[in-house]
């Protein structure tokens, strides 16, 4: 949370009565830095939507189960339609001391419609709401990260078919070792991202558990239908141990494991582009568009974009380390510790989402310089494994000097076309085989 200056005032007196949803035992209010501290709606209000749909969806359970009159069910889905609404034309009045998201809800609600508002919290906690708020966040979230990497991979598959005849040196430990073609360097990271693309649809699928209806802990006292509950906020099943539900936070632990592999990904993908657009190599060449000046060397264009693609990678292994440290050790079930998974949450799903508007138009804007590329393949006996492949193919097992066996045709075997030809199983460089694995990879792609 964002420190703001403040006067430190003294603790409330008791005639000042708490406004907190659990006040009512507390005979003073909260230390103004206690307040502060504990808070977390500077950064929970982003689960708005999802907490109004989650009450939503509550209220009609409460209502099915007969503890709501259909009255007053009727009265709760249309306030809460109006906080909504607030909410989302930015006119909602937050209240910080009224610490998260949930309790500032449930007072609007209060406030708009009256005394009927407060039924809305009967049979459940913040302990299972937060729950079912993340889960449908992470929903929605998910959604939006695979088309991103969508995105990626199109940009990728657009570059890699343009270039499925371009020879360039591949490296192994960073020396030139054999030529490959480009296309086939771009498709090394289309399956990259796919395996992304997978691991984010595995934890949203872990995520369809459904929490609510764990209240506090131990479970609803209330006989809801969870299961009706459940196919209403699209959930696959109710999660079947209310402990788990409410201390459980693998599926953003999950999250933030797969982003933190596709920020790896393509910050590899960054640092061969920063690499290749050095004098040195000089493969390629960024836009301006994707790059900036140097200050006082007017000479210089800098990746900067590539570069922080790279960069941000560091806080998205952060953010994951952030909680699982947090996490660690905690007796079950729910515990105050778990409220510090939001902000590392929330970064790591900005900062891939910042990744993913940038890398597609940074990757089309990328003009190849093919001709260095080509002539680089050829050099440093770049085909030398082709000479040595040669005598095999010859039947001979060892290289000896001035083999009878060297024909004439040994010079065809050692160019970078005939190098590259001769590799074409499936997963090799051939043009040919290239071909057949980005058909492969727009099938994967089109899939949903
Ligand atoms: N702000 C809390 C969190 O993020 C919500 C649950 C709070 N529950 C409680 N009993 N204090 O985890």
Same mark, same amino acid.
């Given at each position: ?20 949803l659990?006040?009512g ?37 409460l209502a ?14 249309r ?15 937050y209240?910080? /001391? ?23 919290h009967?049979?459940?906690s ?12 992470l ?13 990626v991979q /199109?940009?990728?598959?657009?570059r ?8 360039l ?32 649809t595995?934890?949203?699928a ?5 929490p ?13 239908d969870? /299961? ?18 409410v ?8 999250f ?11 910050s590899?993908?960054a ?8 004098? /040195? ?14 200050s ?14 790279r960069?941000?990678?560091g ?24 409220q510090?998974?939001?902000?590392p ?11 993913l ?10 003009t190849f310089?093919?001709?260095?590329m ?13 000479l ?7 039947g001979l ?7 009878p ?5 040994a ?5 970078v ?9 499936t ?22």
């Open positions: 949370m964002k420190a703001r200056p403040r006067k430190r005032a003294a603790p409330r007196s008791g005639a000042e009565k708490s406004e907190k659990w006040g035992r507390f005979t003073t209010g909260a230390d103004p830095a206690a307040e502060r501290f504990t808070g977390s709606i500077a950064f929970d209000r982003r689960l708005w939507p999802h907490d109004i749909a989650g009450s939503v969806a509550w209220a009609k359970a099915r189960a007969g503890l709501l009159s259909a009255a007053e069910r009727d009265a709760i889905v306030g809460l339609a109006a906080v909504r609404d607030e909410l989302a034309a930015g006119t909602f009045p209240r910080t /001391e009224l610490e998260d998201i949930h309790t500032n809800i449930e007072r609007r609600l209060q406030e708009l419609i009256g005394e009927v508002g407060g039924k809305l009967t049979g459940r913040r302990n299972d709401q937060i729950a079912v708020d993340e889960r449908l966040y929903r929605e979230i998910i959604a939006r990260i695979r088309a991103g990497l969508r995105r /199109e940009a990728l598959v657009a890699a078919a343009e270039t499925l005849e371009t020879p040196p591949g490296y192994t430990h960073l020396q030139r070792a054999q030529p490959i073609v480009l296309g086939h360097h771009f498709l090394a990271y289309v399956f990259m991202v796919q395996r992304d693309r997978d691991r984010f595995d934890c949203g872990r995520a369809a558990s459904m609510l209806g764990a209240a506090a802990l131990a479970g609803t006292a209330f006989p809801i969870l /299961e009706a509950l459940a196919k209403d906020l699209g959930f696959a099943a109710v999660s079947p141990n209310s402990l788990d539900s201390s459980d936070r693998d599926t953003v632990l999950e933030l494991a797969a982003g933190a592999i596709t920020g790896m990904h393509l590899r993908l640092a061969d582009l920063t690499l290749w657009a050095t004098a /040195e190599f000089g493969f390629v060449e960024f836009s301006d568009a994707f790059a900036t000046g140097s006082i060397m007017p000479q210089k264009k800098n990746p900067d974009v590539a570069e922080l693609v960069g941000k990678s806080r998205l292994y952060g953010n994951l380390v952030a909680v699982l440290t947090t996490m660690k050790g905690l007796p079950l079930a729910y515990n105050s510790d778990m510090e998974d939001k902000e949450f929330f970064d790591s799903v900005d900062t891939l989402e910042a990744i508007a940038v890398v597609p138009p940074m990757l089309a804007s990328l310089r093919t001709e260095r080509r002539r680089a393949a050829a050099e440093n006996f770049a085909t030398a494994t082709d040595a492949d040669y005598l095999v193919r010859k097992l060892e290289l000896r000097r001035f083999s066996l060297f024909d004439e045709d010079k065809d075997a050692i160019t076309d005939a190098s590259l030809r001769a590799r074409s199983a997963g090799g460089t051939a043009p040919d085989a290239v071909r057949r694995s980005l058909a492969l990879a727009r099938t994967l792609i089109a899939r949903a």
